[in-house]
């Protein structure tokens, strides 16, 4: 095994030269076997962004090999004993691991292509040989990486979000729903309608709207069917964080549903009453109280999937007092849920689990 060695100059970052900057290029091959990740640093990693980026590597075709954002590190040894100033160059030394602060689901991707069975072996070697940017800290102490951590993601948001945190005036919750549902595969399956204001039932089987969709979002996180100019704010400020739990929401909610719940023929899902009760119902169960954060309780996902236990079915007597019937003696005659009856299903719920 050979030592890596990197080019170029290190920046002092402090008066006193303990903290220093190398930016640098480093090829994929010898990034792979020198990152690691510290989970006192880094989120949890989101394995739902992976497939994203996998695609994107599956995709490239260009001699220039492929393109990501620079990689962000810190060297953990003292450069002072290994780096050649003549040389301008670091030598990192056998066993001694990089530290990522920025990149992680990169490098995550990256490696996850890397071992697909069916790899052609040249563009193996093409990927592997691309060079990346990377920025490297030296003299770091843990509290150093993990404000490092936040001041990158911070200012990710904002650059990534900055129409929306600095500029846009729209919605908030209309730019979140609609990138929720383009990253969201579930939501997708159950579909959202977003070009019309109304479903017309027993017809469309979509879900909702997405007028309905960012209500429900609402009422999960705040209790209410729109947010307060403080609470957009909070969107705002924890946009990614946010946006990621949403992400996983919709997955385990969707999966304790049955399939196509917006057949109003056959199940009560789709109406509006109940999908409001429902948000009502977790927003209690899963949402914890905060006046400058939203958070989740650690084991959301059992409160979630409880809705398993729920008969969703028109069939079921115990929706059939808070129903009416709909274009009565008609082939298009369905059920639906009276608006008023909306907190007594809240209730149903509660009760049942």
Not at 242 to 259: D, G, H
Request: hydrophobic share 40%; charged share 25%; aromatic share 10%.
């Amino acid at each position: 095994m050979y030592n890596i060695k990197l080019r170029g100059g290190i920046q002092p970052l402090d008066n006193e030269g303990d903290k220093g900057l190398m930016t640098t290029q480093i090829k994929v091959r010898d990034i792979l076997t020198v990152y690691r990740i510290d989970p006192e640093i880094n989120r949890d990693l989101n394995y739902g962004r992976l497939p994203k980026i996998i695609n994107y590597l599956d995709s490239f075709d260009s001699e220039l090999g492929i393109f990501f954002p620079s990689i962000v590190c810190t060297f953990p040894e003292n450069p002072i004993d290994y780096y050649a100033v003549d040389k301008m160059e670091l030598e990192i030394p056998a066993g001694t691991k990089l530290v990522v602060i920025d990149g992680q689901h990169r490098l995550k991707s990256l490696e996850q292509y890397m071992i697909k069975a069916d790899f052609n072996g040249d563009r193996k070697e093409a990927i592997l040989n691309s060079v990346l940017t990377l920025q490297l800290y030296f003299g770091l102490t843990k509290k150093d990486e993990k404000s490092l951590f936040a001041d990158i993601n911070s200012n990710s948001k904002r650059v990534s979000m900055s129409l929306i945190t600095n500029y846009d005036t729209r919605d908030i919750m209309n730019i979140m729903v609609k990138e929720l549902y383009n990253i969201s595969k579930p939501l997708q399956t159950v579909k959202i309608e977003f070009n019309k204001s109304r479903l017309v039932r027993p017809t469309n089987t979509y879900f909702c709207t997405s007028m309905r969709l960012k209500k429900f979002v609402n009422i999960l996180l705040f209790g209410k069917k729109s947010a307060n100019m403080k609470e957009e704010k909070l969107i705002k400020e924890y946009y990614d964080d946010i946006l990621s739990f949403l992400e996983r929401f919709f997955q385990t909610f969707i999966e304790a549903l049955p399939c196509e719940p917006g057949n109003v023929l056959e199940y009560v899902l789709g109406h509006e009453p109940l999908q409001n009760a429902i948000a009502k119902h977790l927003n209690k169960k899963i949402i914890t109280e905060s006046s400058n954060k939203i958070a989740w309780i650690i084991n959301w996902e059992e409160e979630v999937a409880n809705l398993k236990k729920i008969n969703w079915s028109v069939k079921n007597p115990m929706w059939r007092p808070h129903m009416l019937r709909s274009r009565s003696n008609t082939p298009s005659e369905f059920s639906l849920f009276i608006e008023s009856e909306e907190n007594k299903l809240v209730s149903i719920l509660d009760y049942e689990l």
